[in-house]
């Protein structure tokens, strides 16, 4: 069974300390404009769950498009999360990997059935309408994976 869509990666999460800064400095490195800052989890998908509680936590966000995968920034802003956990235990760097699926349901259901630790057992509202679920990095050989489903 393949339910990941052709374009399989979208985009390529990192954390940052200082997220004007580095997007200045990556707008610089690939010669295009400088992306708007933006909150991350202020909406209704806020809710995230870290180490099994609920969390409020936030980030700010920028996201360079550059063809078929964007690059996101993301600055780890108050309550504990897994975005800050990563910036205080590995510093910045790439958080994580998301790959479009055209069913992120039948993903889901396929990936327990092989065995994959999921973070997240059923989808959750990301950005733009999408659909979202986390793979934890145990299954996937240290990369945090995020499933996408677009409308």
Do not use: C
């Amino acid at each position: 069974m393949n339910t990941l869509d052709s374009t399989t990666v979208v985009q390529i999460g990192i954390i940052v300390k200082d997220i004007h800064k580095t997007a200045k400095h990556y707008a610089e490195v690939f010669g295009i404009p400088e992306p708007e800052v933006s909150p991350i989890a202020a909406d209704a998908f806020a809710k995230t769950n870290y180490h099994g509680r609920s969390s409020m936590a936030q980030a700010k966000g920028a996201f360079f498009h550059l063809g078929p995968v964007e690059i996101e920034l993301i600055e780890p802003v108050g309550a504990p999360s897994t975005w800050e956990e990563f910036l205080r235990t590995h510093g910045e760097g790439i958080h994580h990997i998301a790959v479009k699926v055209k069913n992120i349901k039948a993903m889901l259901e396929e990936y327990k059935r092989k065995g994959l630790s999921l973070i997240d057992e059923e989808p959750k509202p990301g950005a733009g309408g999408s659909r979202i679920a986390f793979v934890h990095p145990k299954g996937t050989r240290g990369v945090l994976l995020e499933l996408v489903e677009r409308p």
